[in-house]
Structure formats: C-alpha cells, structure tokens
C-alpha cells in the first residue's frame, strides 16, 4: 500500500536554528498536508498542498509540493520551544479524495 | 479542540469486552473519520463515513464496527477487545469548506486492553 516516509525519524535542535523536514513516496500524491500534534492532543493542520511546486508559508513555517509530486519538505525558521511536538505530513490514499494517510512523523526537541 | 467531543478520554478493557467510543461534533459536517495511533507510529484510518447513513472503511478496520444514523454522532465500537486494539483512537471531521485532507481532530480517546 502507499507509505509515507518522513526523515528524520527526530531531531534536537537550539532555539533559534532553522528545522528541515520531508516526507517521501513511491507513489504520487496530488495533495500534501503537514499536521503537527502537541503531547497528549490531536494532530492540528499546518498546511496543505494542492499542487506540484506549490510553496506555502504559514508564519515562519514554509512547505513545499516536491515536482515529481512524490515528495513535500516543511521549514521551521527560527525556532522557538513551542515548536516542539510531532510533524506528519498526510495524503489521500490512491482513488480516494477523502481518505488520508499519514506518515511516520518527525519528532522536534528544541534545547534552550 | 471544541467542536469534536470524544468520550471517554481513557478507558482500560479486559480482553474480549466490548465498548463504544463516542464521537460527537456540532459543525454539521458530513464528513467523519476514525483513526488509530500506536505508540511512536503515525495515524491510521479506521473508517470513515461521508454523511449520514454512509459509511466505508478504511485502511485497519478489522475489529471495529462504525454506524451513522445522524450527522453529528459518529460511533466506533469494538466488539471483543484484543490487546492490539490497545492505542489513542482520533475522531476527525473534514472543516466545513475546506479542500481533501483539510481535517479536525478530537482530543483523542486513550484504550488499553489487558
């Protein structure tokens, strides 16, 4: 079945250091979307992607719809402590437009 | 996270009960979905459901029963409990004009089953 792959599995960064993130396919996707989910709450939308090449910023977060459409790559500029938590990014499973999967997650520390 | 109500937020279950997680939302949104999340894994879709009276599942949904007989109530039930169904259990709704994939989570509902 389609899997997303998301690199790095975590990483432990200093405030105030830019974060780089991205998430892969062997299939295509044509929307791609990265949540981020606090401890203990549910994942909360970043933003979502709806086409190839696209590049969207959300305050200092910035994504990107990779061309080959089998990719996307979220930066976090300047990082603060509230950054902290679990990223995933998600897209429609094949066929479907309302069914999403998910991807491994990419776990953020963020040391003072 | 108001908007998508799910009870209860922990429950711990013996090995072959069953229960229901309830799921409740009052935006009037037809879409509604239920995910699983195991311990350090990503999200996986249970089933989901595209208005009242529909439903489909999803990627895991062996051990699970769902029904919509209204737009704001969206059950999971569990029939007879296993420790693999041990996990966080996310309701979801698609945001009201929002575009594929742009979804609302709950607050989550936390099972162990012993």
């Known amino acids: 079945g389609q899997q997303l792959n998301q690199s790095p599995q975590s990483m432990f960064i200093q405030e105030g250091e830019d974060v780089s993130m991205n998430c892969t396919s062997s299939s295509i996707f044509n929307t791609w979307l990265w949540y981020k989910q606090d401890p203990g709450e549910g994942p909360v939308l970043l933003i979502a992607l709806y086409k190839a090449g696209e590049l969207t910023s959300n305050g200092r977060l910035t994504a990107q719809f990779g061309i080959t459409r089998k990719d996307s790559f979220l930066n976090i500029s300047a990082s603060i402590p509230s950054d902290v938590g679990i990223y995933f990014c998600?897209?429609?499973?094949?066929?479907?437009?309302?069914?999403?999967?998910f991807g491994t997650g990419t776990r953020l520390q963020v040391t003072l | 996270n108001a908007g998508v109500t799910q009870t209860p937020k922990f429950r711990i279950l013996k090995i072959g009960q069953s229960m229901t997680l309830q799921c409740t939302q009052d935006?009037?949104?037809?879409?509604m979905y239920w995910y699983r999340q195991d311990p350090g894994m990503g999200l996986k879709l249970i089933y989901y459901?595209?208005?009242?009276?529909?439903?489909d599942k999803g990627e895991v949904p062996n051990g699970y029963n769902v029904s919509r007989s209204t737009t704001e109530d969206f059950p999971l039930r569990l029939e007879l409990a296993a420790p693999s169904q041990t996990s966080v259990y996310f309701c979801?709704?698609?945001?009201?004009?929002?575009?594929?994939?742009?979804?609302?989570f709950g607050e989550g509902s936390r099972l162990t089953v012993l």
């Open positions: 979801a709704i698609q945001m009201s004009g929002g575009r594929t994939g742009e979804l609302f």
């Open positions: 459901s595209v208005g009242a009276g529909i439903t």
């Open positions: 998600a897209g429609p499973l094949t066929g479907t437009a309302s069914k999403l999967t």
């Open positions: 935006m009037n949104h037809n879409y």
